[in-house]
């Protein structure tokens, strides 16, 4: 059974494998933003959400190439902030790419030091900067 999840997560599109970015413990509205900055940046992506630690670990475990991690995450996370999980997944999956979505520079740098690729804000999502960013990632 669980092949069968794993498999249907491993999306092919016309013989290439879709590269796949899971947003983490974002809210509804924030999701929804971000999806269309993603899309935006790459047609070609598969856009996944992780609202809990189980999702999270499904989706690692399928495959995924980016995570974009809120700065404070819900309910659903032993961690309650991004830069801790982004600390975890550095030791437990190293070839895990992420990234930090927060306002705050300091967060930012907190993210980089702890091995996330650049991030970016909130009021940054649309920019062409964040589609560079997200682009690069995935390259």
């Not at 996944?48 to 996370?77: C, H, I, K, P, Y």
Request: with cysteine.
């Amino acid at each position: 059974m669980m092949f069968e999840k794993v498999q249907k997560a491993r999306n092919t599109t016309m013989g290439t494998a879709t590269k796949k970015i899971v947003l983490v413990g974002h809210c509804g509205p924030d999701s929804s933003y971000l999806r269309m900055a993603v899309m935006s940046a790459d047609k070609g992506v598969q856009v996944l959400m992780a609202d809990d630690m189980q999702e999270l670990t499904s989706l690692l475990n399928a495959g995924v190439d980016l995570l974009l991690l809120n700065r404070e995450l819900s309910w659903g996370f032993d961690d309650k902030e991004g830069v801790d999980l982004i600390r975890e997944l550095r030791a437990s999956h190293p070839h895990i790419k992420t990234m930090l979505v927060s306002n705050f520079p300091e967060a930012q740098a907190a993210a980089l030091a702890a091995g996330a690729r650049p991030g970016f804000g909130k009021r940054e999502i649309g920019t062409p900067r964040v589609g560079q960013l997200i682009r690069d990632a995935l390259a």
